[in-house]
């Protein structure tokens, strides 16, 4: 057969393991081809090289993509040993294809491959660049490969030829899959390229890495699941203002299932510069394996949307590692309908007047104690701050989460009590509160110690801005029946004289707001025991609580 001329390889499983899926292949019975495509170990390359090409084997395996980040290193050109792949016949010819990442090769969108192609006679060597083209493929280029020099990018460019050919192996599949046996074999196809030539020139200055984004809207981005298609699928959406980094690119083509989520969570969220400047840094999280597991990346996919859309930057994942639980499971509900509500995101801004944005843990226990001493009352939620780290917690307590407990809520009133808590948070931050628990009341009270103080606040910038949140989400968390129940009520402001009005929701969304700070010295200056003012915030209270959805 014709000389082995293969300078890079891209490999895409058609069928595997599989039965009946492709028609055309059906009840085919090819032979396994001479010709065939395999991963292959650095061992197994090293020992082809051995006595023929030393140096080059030294200088492989001296530079693996381990060593890219090192201060020291004396050569531009890093090898990822872990991914290599053989092209070999039946005449004991072979072309190895090692995936090679460029130091200094910041600002393009090539990938590389070093090609080395073992015959009989001779070994060849060559460096294969491929350019992304816009319709979805690669363009190759090949040229010679100079270990004591850097990559050089100059020079006029001519494309190689690259062809496929089918690989047809022995059936893998279960006799079980078919009705009359298994006999359909695994097919691959195996598309390489020929020729040689230099690779295309490097972007100019112009085309460098940029520190601003632009957002890039139109419809989802598809991709083929894997390296390359999910390298191409990024470049596609980064482009023009930002080229990944060789990290980045290994990152990307070598976990799949990692990368591959983050193009799902920009075509669901959208390619706004905020999120487009976020993923750019989870893929160096990715590369330096701060994910263990595909939850961890999910879990802070999750919360990045969350704390985009809120006035705080969260952390549910104590919440979203086990949403299973019904507790856990109702929360992330109602969190999630909040951040629907535009006024929730500027909740800090027009309470506060203040946009800053700082970190908080949501847990949920079983039970919540007052300054979390299980010898106090039992609590909604409480809010604290670790002494060393800093970090801000709240804690909700499972109770009211769920149905059957004396303390079981609506939906809409646990929407009350996350509100509460965040306005609580922000407070807690700025009254610099010690570590221990406190609940929403007492902060209240420590930052507005007088009721003139209180008033002000929670009725002129507090009360209004609940309202327009609870508003916003009340078809969310309630549903059509039930609100037709509540508002066939009657409410009565006065008792002597007896006076009637029927159900209000704004007046509603005012009272369940007030809810809960009975022990404010405002509470209790507005709405004395015995009055007609707590009378009515109770039947409002009351009557959400028995119709509403919970």
């Known amino acids: 057969m014709k000389r082995l001329k293969f300078y890079f390889i891209i490999t895409m499983t058609l069928i595997i393991n599989s039965c009946g899926v492709n028609e055309e292949i059906g009840n085919q019975t090819s032979p396994k081809a001479t010709t065939y495509v395999k991963p292959a170990s650095i061992n197994e390359l090293l020992s082809d090289l051995e006595n023929r090409n030393d140096e080059l084997a030294d200088f492989i395996i001296s530079n693996p993509f381990s060593n890219f980040k090192q201060d020291d290193a004396k050569t531009d050109y890093f090898f990822d040993l872990e991914h290599i792949y053989v092209v070999k016949n039946d005449k004991n010819e072979a072309a190895y294809m090692i995936p090679v990442y460029i130091k200094s090769d910041i600002s393009s969108s090539f990938l590389y491959s070093l090609s080395v192609e073992i015959t009989n006679t001779e070994i060849d060597v060559k460096l294969v660049t491929k350019e992304p083209t816009d319709n979805g493929t690669f363009d190759y280029y090949g040229s010679s490969f100079d270990m004591y020099k850097k990559s050089s990018s100059t020079g006029k460019t001519k494309q190689i030829d690259c062809y496929c050919t089918k690989v047809v192996s022995d059936c893998t599949c279960h006799t079980t899959h078919a009705a009359s046996g298994c006999d359909h074999p695994s097919v691959t196809i195996s598309c390489n390229c020929s020729g040689s030539s230099v690779p295309p020139p490097a972007p100019g200055p112009g085309d460098a890495t940029k520190t601003s984004w632009t957002s890039s809207g139109g419809a989802p981005t598809a991709y083929t699941p894997n390296g ?66 595909l939850k961890q990346l999910s879990n802070s996919l999750q919360n990045f949307i969350y704390s985009q859309k809120s006035p705080l930057d969260v952390d549910l994942s104590h919440i979203l590692n086990n949403l299973d639980l019904p507790e856990n499971k109702k929360f992330n509900e109602i969190y999630k309908n909040l951040t629907e509500s535009p006024e929730f995101k500027k909740l800090f801004l027009d309470i506060f007047a203040d946009s800053n944005k700082f970190n908080v843990n949501f847990e949920i226990n079983d039970h919540v104690y007052e300054d979390n001493d299980p010898l106090k009352k039992e609590v909604h939620a409480t809010t604290s701050q670790n002494p060393i780290t800093k970090a801000i917690t709240i804690k909700v307590s499972k109770q009211i989460l769920i149905a059957g407990t004396t303390m079981s809520q609506t939906n809409i009133e646990n929407a009350k009590t996350i509100l ?43 009360i209004p801005t609940m309202q327009t949140v609870l508003s916003e989400i009340r078809d969310l968390v309630t549903t059509i029946p039930k609100r037709i129940l509540l508002e066939d ?46 009378s009515l915030l109770n039947q409002y209270v009351r009557s959400g609580k028995i119709e509403l959805d919970r």
Not at 500 to 521: A, V
Request: proline letters at 6%; hydrophobic letters at 35%; aromatic letters at 16%.
């Open 489 to 534: 009520y009657t409410m009565y402001p006065t008792t002597n004289p007896l006076t009637s009005t029927k159900f209000n929701w704004s007046d509603f969304y005012k009272y369940l707001s007030l809810n809960g700070l009975n022990e404010t010295s405002c509470f209790k200056e507005d709405f004395p025991e015995g009055s007609d003012a707590l």
């Open 228 to 293: 390359d298609g999910v390298y191409m699928a990024l470049r596609k959406i980064f482009k023009p203002e930002y080229e990944l980094s060789p990290l980045q690119k290994y990152a990307i083509v070598n976990n799949v299932p990692y990368s591959s989520m983050l193009i799902d969570f920009l075509n669901q969220e959208g390619k706004t510069p905020a999120n487009k400047a976020f993923v750019s840094l989870i893929i160096y999280a990715i590369e330096d394996a701060q994910f263990s597991n």
């Open 420 to 462: 509460h808590e965040c306005i609580h948070a922000y407070l807690f931050v700025k009254a610099n509160n010690p570590s221990v628990g406190a609940d929403f009341v007492k902060t209240l009270n420590t930052m507005y110690p007088t009721p003139k103080e209180q008033h002000d606040f929670m009725y002129n910038r507090m």
